[in-house]
């Protein structure tokens, strides 16, 4: 069983910056890949990022690449989202995810879900 907290939401300007943390229980975290996902109201959750086991493989969806980073320590049993330039589209509910599968990009292949932390940007 893996349990995960998100942490970091909260309000900004567009065009500001902040950081999500998940904190994550249990042994299999470092074999785990890693994910975020988010769904604004009245949409469905849409992959953000993914990052492999060890960390080296990320991949990104294409409305956040190249303003988003998701990076994990392993001895901390952390993973993180950088979100940098922020826009008002980016208002959703952020989840954290974690999987057995290599770097999921669907909620289908997730098996592990945080409670999610809500991150608002203003125009």
């Known amino acids: 069983q893996v349990q995960l907290v998100e942490s970091g939401g909260g309000l900004v300007q567009e065009g500001g910056s902040l950081r999500l943390s998940c904190a994550a229980s249990g042994r299999t975290f470092s074999s785990n890949s890693m994910a975020w996902f988010r769904q604004a109201s009245g949409k469905e959750r849409e992959f953000v990022a993914n990052?492999?086991?060890?960390?080296?493989?990320?991949d990104y969806a294409a409305s956040v690449k190249g303003r988003f980073t998701i990076s994990r320590d392993n001895a901390k049993n952390t993973v993180y989202l950088q979100m940098n330039s922020l826009k008002p589209e980016d208002t959703a509910v952020y989840y954290c995810?974690?999987?057995?599968?290599?770097?999921?990009?669907?909620?289908?292949?997730?098996?592990?879900w945080g409670q999610g932390t809500q991150v608002t940007v203003s125009s």
């Open positions: 990052i492999s086991p060890s960390g080296v493989t990320t």
């Open positions: 995810a974690a999987s057995v599968y290599y770097r999921p990009s669907t909620s289908g292949l997730i098996n592990y």
